[in-house]
């Protein structure tokens, strides 16, 4: 098999994509170039690599493995590289990070600190809900991962950086929202809005819930924190977020406060982790040492 490094560029760019344009585009190469490229790559594996559906690329089952594989020949190269880079003195490269949506309030300032330290790196930022992310581990399409709740089933590196509180709310003309003290008993009556199920809050809040023998009566499911902020102070239930989620002043910034309820915070932390046995790259090691130490002081 025959095939060149940067014809397996060319097809990581059209997996990545999904169409020959937007390949020839990643490669500033033509259309017709890229497409007579992607054709010398079948000819090459002997097997379709691909199909355009509506105007869509899928790949086949040849075609995902040819892209595994490149990945990963990709990657180790670009890790060459940095470590070349390294041995010159030099820290550039590129970081490609997933992280999960609650992340998204901490992250960018932690990720700006060391972008200021390094102005050679470039970042590449994921930002899904919990299941997204998981996909992204599965198919080892980055390097880093920011999650509170690690899934079991995954052989991981895992490096806890900071606590990630999760916190009971209600709109600030809530009728408990001048209590001092509260049980989860008080709340009996209210409705819940929830993130969706798989994510971590929600993953750890229904934990809580059932060691307190306390079933939430749940009126909505929602897959972001801003519309779960957004359907609280408008009266319509209560929720758990994470703290990280309601900046400094949740009353005036959100209409929100946050209730004294018994057994909350919940403690929880947030993780970086990586699949075992994944070599880092060296702008992937600096920037985890990074973040464990700027993440104390910022919390």
């Not at 002997?46 to 790949?59: A, D, K, Q, T």
């Not at 030099?90 to 390094?118: D, E, K, M, N």
């Not at 996909?135 to 690690?150: F, G, K, Q, T, V």
């Not at 709109?171 to 003290?181: D, N």
Request: net charge positive; charged share 20%.
């Amino acid at each position: 098999m025959n095939v060149t490094f940067r014809q397996l560029r060319l097809f990581l760019a059209l997996a990545e994509t999904g169409s020959v344009s937007g390949a020839a585009r990643v490669m500033h190469v033509t259309q017709p170039t890229a497409s007579m490229q992607l054709r010398e790559v079948t000819r090459a594996v002997g097997l379709p690599l691909y199909e355009v559906i509506s105007r869509r690329v899928h790949l086949t089952e040849a075609g995902i493995a040819l892209a595994r594989t490149a990945r990963a020949m990709v990657g180790e190269w670009e890790s060459l590289t940095q470590t070349v880079d390294g041995l010159k003195g030099l820290t550039r490269g590129r970081l490609r990070l997933a992280v999960v949506s609650t992340a998204q309030y901490f992250i960018p300032r932690l990720l700006g600190r060391f972008c200021a330290s390094h102005p050679d790196v470039d970042v590449a930022l994921q930002v899904l809900n919990r299941d997204g992310v998981l996909a992204r581990m599965r198919d080892n399409l980055d390097e880093l991962y920011i999650m509170s709740m690690p899934p079991s089933d995954i052989e991981l590196e895992d490096r806890v950086f900071m606590s990630n509180p999760l916190v009971v709310i209600a709109s600030t003309g809530h009728r408990l929202a001048q209590r001092k003290t509260l049980t989860l008993r008080d709340l009996r009556e209210d409705r819940f809005i929830l993130r969706e199920r798989g994510s971590g809050t929600r993953m750890a809040a229904d934990a809580h819930f059932k060691g307190a023998k306390f079933t939430a009566q749940v009126r909505l499911e929602l897959g972001s924190n801003e519309a779960i902020r957004e359907a609280v102070a408008a009266g319509l239930g209560v929720s758990v977020v994470s703290r990280h989620a309601l900046g400094q002043r949740p009353a005036t910034q959100h209409g929100v406060t946050v209730l004294p309820v018994e057994g909350f915070p919940v403690p929880s932390q947030w993780h970086i982790v990586w699949p075992k046995g994944k070599r880092l790259s060296p702008v992937a090691q600096v920037f985890g040492e990074h973040l464990q130490a700027q993440a104390k002081s910022w919390a």
